[in-house]
């Protein structure tokens, strides 16, 4: 009887050890997910929302530049200059941005026309700087539709880390309970030995 009531405490204490265990590991994984789930929502606010600011800004240069080459405004290569000028500094942030492979395609493209804005505004072609114009505007508009696109597979990202989180931390709940039922039916019967084992005297008298 002594031999089965060390082998329940060795049980237990392997029990108590994988508990242990158990609640280290969930922390890390814990960490690892808080982490990751924080770098994705980065990159959501920092290459999305805030690259969307910066196409929505580009989009009013252009519409701006586009109507004052449409109603034949003299003065029309100084203010593309003055556009450009301040296309150039929003293409440098938006450059900074993370960019998909498809994003970058776009956007080096926009920047192309837009050097084509410049050398079509010193010649004075109004008709092809009118076309080029709304191209550059079309590839935006390309470069908005990518954001939509980008920032619901970041969402979606997001979702799919906390679902499997909590996933996770349910299961990890279960075990522990199982664990803890576990230990308290070996601490239950070791009770009735030893009250078997106390009681056994008295019998025999």
Do not use: H
């Amino acid at each position: 009887m002594w031999t089965f009531a060390i082998k329940q405490k060795m049980t237990a204490a392997a029990l108590l050890f994988a508990v242990i265990v158990l609640v280290m590991l969930t922390n890390m994984r814990e960490q690892r997910a808080a982490a990751r789930i924080s770098t994705a929502v980065t990159s959501l606010y920092e290459d999305r929302l805030v690259v969307a600011q910066y196409i929505l800004q580009l989009s009013t240069q252009l519409d701006r530049m586009i109507s004052d080459i449409e109603q034949g405004n003299p003065d029309v290569p100084a203010a593309i200059d003055d556009y450009l000028s301040e296309v150039q500094r929003l293409n440098a942030l938006y450059e900074k941005t993370r960019l998909t492979e498809m994003e970058r395609v776009n956007f080096e493209r926009f920047k192309k026309l837009c050097q084509n804005i410049a050398e079509n505004s010193m010649s004075g072609d109004r008709t092809t700087l009118l076309v080029t114009a709304r191209a550059a505007g079309d590839t935006l508009q390309s470069l908005s539709s990518i954001q939509v696109k980008e920032g619901k597979n970041k969402l979606d990202e997001v979702l799919n880390m906390t679902y499997f989180s909590n996933l996770f931390s349910y299961l990890e709940l279960a075990i522990l309970i199982i664990i803890a039922i576990i230990i308290q039916a070996l601490v239950f019967a070791s009770k009735t030995i030893r009250s078997i084992k106390n009681t056994r005297p008295e019998n025999l008298n």
